[in-house]
């Protein structure tokens, strides 16, 4: 499967910002994806994932701020970022585990396949 994230950008602190990862090549709800970001000098780190049931999993920095979902008509996952803070900029990639793993994961090294990135930047 291959990945295309879009939709970064730079918007002020407390702003809300849609991040879009479209598939091409495969099906993605036949995946476990999720999206990672990665700021400057730090590792990866996990964001939030989703199943092929739409379950979700979330980082505890974005919990209760980020929202994950998936509109299987258009082969695209998504990433809504509500109440961004100045912690969050970063680099945000979308990525996708084994066709043949069903579960959700929050280590980077468990997924196979990633999209080529999008800035975020929150001016304070």
């Known amino acids: 499967v291959q990945l295309q994230a879009s939709g970064g950008g730079l918007v002020q602190a407390g702003d809300s910002l849609t991040l879009s990862c479209a598939a091409s090549?495969?099906?993605?709800?036949?995946?476990?994806t999720g999206w990672f970001r990665q700021a400057p000098g730090k590792e990866r780190e996990f964001v939030a994932a989703?199943?092929?049931?739409?379950?979700?999993i979330y980082g505890d920095s974005v919990k209760g701020r980020y929202t994950i979902s998936r509109d299987n008509a258009k082969n695209t996952m998504y990433l809504q970022m509500n109440s961004l803070k100045p912690e969050d900029p970063a680099v945000y990639f979308c990525?996708?585990?084994?066709?043949?793993?069903?579960?959700?994961?929050?280590?980077?090294?468990?997924?196979?396949?990633w999209g080529q990135g999008t800035q975020v930047t929150v001016s304070s």
């Open positions: 090549g495969r099906t993605l709800s036949n995946y476990v």
């Open positions: 989703i199943s092929h049931s739409s379950s979700t």
């Open positions: 990525a996708a585990r084994s066709s043949s793993v069903t579960v959700m994961a929050s280590v980077a090294r468990a997924y196979a396949y």
